[in-house]
Protein backbone atom coordinates (compact mmCIF):
# COMPACT_ATOMS: atom_id res chain seq x y z
CA UNK A 1 0.00 0.00 0.00
CA UNK A 2 2.87 2.46 1.08
CA UNK A 3 4.61 1.70 -2.43
CA UNK A 4 1.82 2.27 -4.49
CA UNK A 5 1.27 5.38 -2.54
CA UNK A 6 4.67 6.84 -3.36
CA UNK A 7 4.86 5.55 -6.88
CA UNK A 8 1.76 7.54 -7.36
CA UNK A 9 3.60 10.58 -5.75
CA UNK A 10 6.41 9.85 -7.73
CA UNK A 11 4.44 9.68 -11.23
CA UNK A 12 2.26 12.74 -10.23
CA UNK A 13 5.59 15.06 -9.03
CA UNK A 14 7.14 13.91 -12.84
CA UNK A 15 4.07 14.77 -14.89
CA UNK A 16 4.56 18.29 -12.92
CA UNK A 17 8.14 18.98 -13.76
CA UNK A 18 6.86 17.81 -17.47
CA UNK A 19 3.96 20.06 -17.54
CA UNK A 20 6.04 23.26 -16.31
CA UNK A 21 9.07 22.07 -18.90
CA UNK A 22 6.80 22.19 -22.29
CA UNK A 23 5.15 25.55 -20.90
CA UNK A 24 8.63 26.80 -20.20
CA UNK A 25 10.48 25.79 -23.35
CA UNK A 26 7.07 26.34 -25.19
CA UNK A 27 6.64 30.05 -24.57
CA UNK A 28 10.44 30.10 -25.96
CA UNK A 29 10.59 27.81 -28.65
CA UNK A 30 8.82 28.76 -32.15
CA UNK A 31 7.01 25.44 -32.37
CA UNK A 32 5.77 23.59 -29.90
CA UNK A 33 7.43 21.08 -27.19
CA UNK A 34 6.20 17.66 -26.22
CA UNK A 35 7.03 15.38 -23.46
CA UNK A 36 7.91 11.29 -23.66
CA UNK A 37 7.28 10.12 -19.98
CA UNK A 38 8.79 6.42 -19.77
CA UNK A 39 8.64 4.08 -17.39
CA UNK A 40 10.35 0.55 -17.02
CA UNK A 41 9.45 -1.96 -14.28
CA UNK A 42 11.08 -5.52 -13.88
CA UNK A 43 9.22 -7.94 -11.61
CA UNK A 44 9.92 -11.61 -10.72
CA UNK A 45 7.68 -14.20 -9.18
CA UNK A 46 7.57 -13.07 -6.06
CA UNK A 47 5.93 -9.38 -7.57
CA UNK A 48 9.42 -7.77 -6.47
CA UNK A 49 10.05 -4.37 -8.83
CA UNK A 50 11.87 -2.34 -10.12
CA UNK A 51 11.21 0.75 -11.68
CA UNK A 52 13.06 3.80 -13.41
CA UNK A 53 11.59 6.66 -15.33
CA UNK A 54 12.47 8.76 -18.18
CA UNK A 55 11.92 12.26 -19.75
CA UNK A 56 12.61 13.52 -23.05
CA UNK A 57 11.61 16.61 -24.63
CA UNK A 58 10.75 16.77 -28.71
CA UNK A 59 8.57 19.24 -31.01
CA UNK A 60 5.34 18.92 -31.65
CA UNK A 61 4.26 18.58 -35.40
CA UNK A 62 0.69 19.12 -36.33
CA UNK A 63 -1.89 16.93 -35.39
CA UNK A 64 -5.74 16.17 -36.86
CA UNK A 65 -7.98 13.56 -34.53
CA UNK A 66 -8.48 10.96 -36.93
CA UNK A 67 -11.98 8.72 -37.24
CA UNK A 68 -10.37 5.90 -38.99
CA UNK A 69 -9.18 3.79 -35.87
CA UNK A 70 -12.11 0.77 -35.60
CA UNK A 71 -13.95 1.44 -32.30
CA UNK A 72 -13.48 -2.31 -31.72
CA UNK A 73 -9.57 -2.24 -31.41
CA UNK A 74 -9.41 -2.78 -27.54
CA UNK A 75 -12.05 -5.54 -27.45
CA UNK A 76 -10.24 -7.46 -30.18
CA UNK A 77 -6.55 -6.90 -27.82
CA UNK A 78 -8.68 -8.11 -24.50
CA UNK A 79 -9.29 -11.40 -26.54
CA UNK A 80 -6.14 -11.40 -28.49
CA UNK A 81 -3.14 -9.84 -27.53
CA UNK A 82 -1.79 -7.64 -30.29
CA UNK A 83 -5.07 -8.35 -32.39
CA UNK A 84 -6.24 -3.82 -31.59
CA UNK A 85 -2.53 -3.13 -32.35
CA UNK A 86 -2.49 -5.05 -36.10
CA UNK A 87 -6.09 -3.63 -36.52
CA UNK A 88 -4.48 -0.13 -35.63
CA UNK A 89 -1.48 -0.93 -38.15
CA UNK A 90 1.25 -0.53 -35.49
CA UNK A 91 4.12 -2.81 -35.61
CA UNK A 92 4.19 -3.69 -31.37
CA UNK A 93 1.17 -5.54 -32.39
CA UNK A 94 3.78 -8.84 -33.01
CA UNK A 95 5.39 -8.44 -29.73
CA UNK A 96 2.51 -8.73 -27.78
CA UNK A 97 1.78 -11.94 -29.31
CA UNK A 98 5.14 -13.23 -29.05
CA UNK A 99 4.90 -12.35 -25.12
CA UNK A 100 1.12 -14.42 -25.52
CA UNK A 101 2.82 -17.41 -26.98
CA UNK A 102 6.11 -17.41 -24.34
CA UNK A 103 3.86 -17.36 -21.22
CA UNK A 104 0.72 -19.62 -22.90
CA UNK A 105 4.24 -22.29 -23.66
CA UNK A 106 5.35 -21.49 -19.59
CA UNK A 107 2.55 -21.68 -17.96
CA UNK A 108 1.39 -24.94 -19.58
CA UNK A 109 4.74 -26.31 -19.35
CA UNK A 110 5.07 -25.77 -16.15
CA UNK A 111 1.61 -26.94 -15.21
CA UNK A 112 2.31 -30.07 -17.04
CA UNK A 113 5.69 -30.31 -14.80
CA UNK A 114 3.71 -30.10 -11.36
CA UNK A 115 1.12 -32.87 -12.40
CA UNK A 116 4.27 -34.99 -12.73
CA UNK A 117 5.21 -34.12 -9.52
CA UNK A 118 1.94 -34.78 -8.03
CA UNK A 119 1.95 -38.75 -9.61
CA UNK A 120 5.56 -38.88 -8.19
CA UNK A 121 4.38 -38.12 -4.65
CA UNK A 122 1.48 -39.71 -4.81
CA UNK A 123 3.11 -42.80 -6.10
CA UNK A 124 6.30 -42.81 -3.36
CA UNK A 125 3.43 -42.50 -0.54
CA UNK A 126 1.25 -45.47 -2.10
CA UNK A 127 4.18 -48.03 -2.69
CA UNK A 128 6.16 -47.24 0.46
CA UNK A 129 4.44 -45.63 3.17
CA UNK A 130 1.37 -46.85 2.35
CA UNK A 131 1.95 -50.35 0.99
CA UNK A 132 2.31 -52.65 4.33
CA UNK A 133 -1.34 -52.02 5.14
CA UNK A 134 -2.73 -53.43 2.05
CA UNK A 135 -6.18 -52.39 0.74
CA UNK A 136 -7.01 -50.35 -2.30
CA UNK A 137 -4.90 -46.68 -1.15
CA UNK A 138 -7.90 -44.66 -2.17
CA UNK A 139 -6.03 -40.59 -3.53
CA UNK A 140 -6.44 -38.23 -0.71
CA UNK A 141 -6.34 -34.56 -0.77
CA UNK A 142 -3.69 -31.86 -0.79
CA UNK A 143 -3.78 -31.83 2.82
CA UNK A 144 -2.94 -35.64 3.48
CA UNK A 145 -0.19 -36.06 1.48
CA UNK A 146 1.05 -32.37 2.80
CA UNK A 147 0.45 -34.03 6.50
CA UNK A 148 2.75 -37.27 6.12
CA UNK A 149 5.62 -34.70 5.20
CA UNK A 150 5.49 -33.67 8.88
CA UNK A 151 4.44 -37.24 10.75
CA UNK A 152 6.48 -40.46 10.80
CA UNK A 153 3.34 -42.32 11.09
CA UNK A 154 -0.27 -41.86 11.04
CA UNK A 155 -0.95 -44.08 13.99
CA UNK A 156 -4.18 -45.75 14.78
CA UNK A 157 -7.91 -44.85 14.36
CA UNK A 158 -9.68 -47.27 16.33
CA UNK A 159 -6.88 -49.03 18.73
CA UNK A 160 -9.58 -51.38 20.06
CA UNK A 161 -11.64 -52.48 17.46
CA UNK A 162 -15.57 -52.99 18.35
CA UNK A 163 -17.42 -50.79 20.33
CA UNK A 164 -17.20 -47.33 20.82
CA UNK A 165 -13.68 -45.61 19.25
CA UNK A 166 -10.64 -45.43 21.20
CA UNK A 167 -8.72 -42.86 19.87
CA UNK A 168 -4.53 -43.17 19.35
CA UNK A 169 -2.54 -41.95 22.61
CA UNK A 170 1.00 -41.62 20.57
CA UNK A 171 1.24 -37.94 20.44
CA UNK A 172 4.19 -38.83 17.56
CA UNK A 173 1.85 -39.80 15.26
CA UNK A 174 -0.85 -37.65 13.32
CA UNK A 175 -4.17 -39.21 14.63
CA UNK A 176 -2.43 -39.16 18.71
CA UNK A 177 -1.71 -35.16 17.87
CA UNK A 178 -5.31 -34.93 16.74
CA UNK A 179 -6.84 -36.86 20.14
CA UNK A 180 -4.12 -34.57 21.95
CA UNK A 181 -5.32 -31.52 20.18
CA UNK A 182 -9.40 -32.74 21.39
CA UNK A 183 -8.57 -32.85 24.61
CA UNK A 184 -6.41 -29.62 25.07
CA UNK A 185 -9.64 -27.69 23.27
CA UNK A 186 -12.72 -29.68 24.88
CA UNK A 187 -11.49 -30.96 28.68
CA UNK A 188 -10.31 -29.19 31.01
CA UNK A 189 -7.28 -31.13 31.91
CA UNK A 190 -6.45 -32.77 28.72
CA UNK A 191 -4.81 -35.47 31.08
CA UNK A 192 -7.75 -36.10 32.86
CA UNK A 193 -10.80 -37.55 31.37
CA UNK A 194 -14.42 -36.40 32.05
CA UNK A 195 -17.21 -39.40 31.90
CA UNK A 196 -17.78 -40.82 28.32
CA UNK A 197 -21.34 -39.41 28.54
CA UNK A 198 -20.30 -35.88 29.35
CA UNK A 199 -20.83 -33.15 26.25
CA UNK A 200 -17.16 -32.37 27.03
CA UNK A 201 -15.97 -35.87 26.25
CA UNK A 202 -18.70 -36.36 22.94
CA UNK A 203 -16.93 -33.03 21.65
CA UNK A 204 -13.51 -33.95 21.75
CA UNK A 205 -14.70 -37.28 20.39
CA UNK A 206 -16.49 -35.36 17.52
CA UNK A 207 -13.54 -33.60 16.86
CA UNK A 208 -11.15 -36.23 16.63
CA UNK A 209 -13.45 -38.82 14.18
CA UNK A 210 -13.84 -35.58 11.82
CA UNK A 211 -10.12 -34.92 11.57
CA UNK A 212 -8.20 -38.02 12.35
CA UNK A 213 -6.73 -40.36 9.76
CA UNK A 214 -9.07 -43.86 8.77
CA UNK A 215 -7.46 -46.52 7.92
CA UNK A 216 -7.73 -46.49 4.08
CA UNK A 217 -5.42 -43.63 4.77
CA UNK A 218 -2.91 -44.87 6.84
CA UNK A 219 0.62 -44.74 6.39
CA UNK A 220 4.06 -45.55 8.32
CA UNK A 221 7.69 -43.90 7.14
CA UNK A 222 9.80 -46.10 9.52
CA UNK A 223 12.37 -47.91 7.86
CA UNK A 224 12.41 -45.51 5.42
CA UNK A 225 13.17 -41.99 6.19
CA UNK A 226 14.86 -41.78 3.50
CA UNK A 227 12.25 -41.97 0.79
CA UNK A 228 10.49 -39.86 2.77
CA UNK A 229 13.09 -37.05 2.20
CA UNK A 230 12.36 -37.38 -1.16
CA UNK A 231 8.60 -37.65 -1.08
CA UNK A 232 9.29 -33.73 1.03
CA UNK A 233 11.36 -33.06 -1.81
CA UNK A 234 9.22 -34.07 -4.65
CA UNK A 235 6.39 -32.08 -2.92
CA UNK A 236 8.45 -29.26 -3.14
CA UNK A 237 9.24 -29.47 -6.74
CA UNK A 238 5.56 -29.79 -7.45
CA UNK A 239 4.70 -26.67 -5.17
CA UNK A 240 7.05 -24.45 -6.96
CA UNK A 241 6.48 -25.71 -10.63
CA UNK A 242 2.32 -25.12 -9.94
CA UNK A 243 3.28 -21.88 -8.71
CA UNK A 244 4.73 -20.58 -11.55
CA UNK A 245 1.86 -21.55 -13.40
CA UNK A 246 0.01 -19.63 -11.31
CA UNK A 247 2.61 -16.74 -12.07
CA UNK A 248 2.59 -17.51 -15.66
CA UNK A 249 -1.15 -17.19 -16.14
CA UNK A 250 -0.91 -13.91 -13.96
CA UNK A 251 1.28 -12.55 -16.57
CA UNK A 252 -0.95 -13.89 -19.57
CA UNK A 253 -3.85 -11.85 -18.03
CA UNK A 254 -1.48 -8.56 -17.53
CA UNK A 255 -0.33 -9.02 -21.55
CA UNK A 256 -4.22 -8.83 -22.12
CA UNK A 257 -4.75 -5.75 -19.77
CA UNK A 258 -1.83 -3.98 -21.23
CA UNK A 259 -2.61 -4.65 -24.45
CA UNK A 260 -6.39 -3.84 -24.41
CA UNK A 261 -5.47 -0.57 -22.39
CA UNK A 262 -2.89 0.59 -25.16
CA UNK A 263 -5.49 -0.40 -27.92
CA UNK A 264 -8.21 1.98 -26.16
CA UNK A 265 -5.77 4.95 -25.26
CA UNK A 266 -4.76 4.79 -29.04
CA UNK A 267 -8.12 4.82 -30.97
CA UNK A 268 -9.41 7.60 -28.09
CA UNK A 269 -5.70 9.80 -29.62
CA UNK A 270 -6.85 9.09 -32.63
CA UNK A 271 -10.74 9.69 -33.10
CA UNK A 272 -10.93 12.59 -30.26
CA UNK A 273 -7.12 13.82 -29.81
CA UNK A 274 -6.63 12.51 -26.36
CA UNK A 275 -7.26 13.07 -22.68
CA UNK A 276 -6.11 16.63 -21.21
CA UNK A 277 -4.08 16.77 -17.78
CA UNK A 278 -2.08 19.78 -16.45
CA UNK A 279 -2.09 21.67 -19.68
CA UNK A 280 -0.63 18.61 -21.55
CA UNK A 281 -2.68 16.03 -23.83
CA UNK A 282 -1.82 12.20 -24.46
CA UNK A 283 -0.38 11.97 -28.50
CA UNK A 284 0.22 8.02 -27.98
CA UNK A 285 0.81 5.26 -25.55
CA UNK A 286 3.22 2.71 -26.03
CA UNK A 287 3.45 -0.41 -23.75
CA UNK A 288 5.13 -3.46 -23.91
CA UNK A 289 5.67 -6.90 -21.45
CA UNK A 290 8.17 -9.27 -22.11
CA UNK A 291 10.05 -11.69 -20.46
CA UNK A 292 13.95 -11.15 -19.44
CA UNK A 293 16.86 -13.13 -17.67
CA UNK A 294 16.58 -16.33 -16.97
CA UNK A 295 12.91 -18.24 -17.39
CA UNK A 296 13.34 -20.48 -13.85
CA UNK A 297 13.06 -16.87 -12.01
CA UNK A 298 9.56 -15.87 -13.86
CA UNK A 299 11.11 -12.18 -14.45
CA UNK A 300 9.23 -9.92 -16.58
CA UNK A 301 9.86 -6.26 -17.76
CA UNK A 302 6.58 -4.09 -18.68
CA UNK A 303 7.60 -0.75 -20.23
CA UNK A 304 4.87 2.04 -20.99
CA UNK A 305 5.94 5.08 -22.79
CA UNK A 306 3.32 8.00 -22.96
CA UNK A 307 3.86 10.97 -25.49
CA UNK A 308 2.29 14.08 -24.24
CA UNK A 309 2.12 17.42 -26.37
CA UNK A 310 0.22 20.68 -25.11
CA UNK A 311 -3.72 20.78 -24.89
CA UNK A 312 -5.08 22.87 -27.74
Known sequence: MRRGCCTSLTIARVLFVAAALVRTLGAQS???VGVVYRTTSVADAHVTARSTVDLRLF???PTV???SAPWWAPLASGVVPGAGQFALGQQRSVAYLVVEGYLL???VSARRDGDRDRDAYRALAANVARSAFGGDRPLGPWEYYETMERFLESGLFDRVPGGAVDPETDATTFNGARWLLARETFWRD???APPVSSPEYQRAMAFYVERAVGDAFRWSWRDAQLEQGVYRDVIASANRRYQRAVTMTGL????HLI?????YVNVRVRRYGGAGMG???VSSVHSQLRPVGDPALGQAQWQMSVRLVPSR
Not at 252 to 255: M, R, S, V, W
Not at 259 to 263: E, G, Y
Open 30 to 32: PSP
Open 59 to 61: AVA
Open 65 to 67: PSP
Open 105 to 107: LQA
Open 190 to 192: PNV
Open 252 to 255: LGAN
Open 259 to 263: SLIDA
Open 279 to 281: GLR
